[in-house]
């Protein structure tokens, strides 16, 4: 049973930074994409930043590019996203999602076909 846990949210001044993390079971992480996804108050989820399977291809949205760096442990199961330079706009509830890795998805971007999300970890950046 795929299941991805997020912790790691939480309330912090504007020019703060959080790590969060995803710990993942039921499936060996190293072959799986994994993605984060956040969605603001009154707005539409949207991803992140994303890591691939076997080669570690990451991929981040405008936004957040040079501020949050994504990075997994294979061992430890575990997907972490690193945000530093947090801004007030960066408020939400912070999503872990995954699919099964497939011969047709492979070489599709990582933040498209999710299958499978966690309940969230909420982050708050006062303006």
């Known amino acids: 049973q795929v299941q991805l846990v997020e912790s790691g949210g939480g309330s912090v001044q504007p020019g703060g930074s959080l790590r969060l993390s995803c710990e993942v079971s039921?499936?060996?992480?190293?072959?799986?994409?994994i993605a984060w996804f956040r969605q603001a108050p009154g707005k539409e989820r949207e991803g992140v930043a994303c890591?691939?399977?076997?080669?570690?291809?990451?991929t981040y949205v405008d936004s957040v590019k040079g501020r949050f760096t994504i990075t997994r442990d294979n061992a430890k199961s575990t997907v972490y996203l690193q945000m530093n330079n947090l801004k007030p706009e960066d408020t939400g509830v912070y999503y872990c999602a995954t699919r099964v890795p497939t011969t047709r998805n492979v070489n599709t971007g990582c933040l498209l076909g999710i299958q499978f999300w966690g309940k969230g970890t909420r982050v708050t950046v006062p303006s």
């Open positions: 039921g499936f060996t992480l190293d072959y799986y994409a």
């Open positions: 890591t691939n399977g076997i080669e570690d291809q990451k």
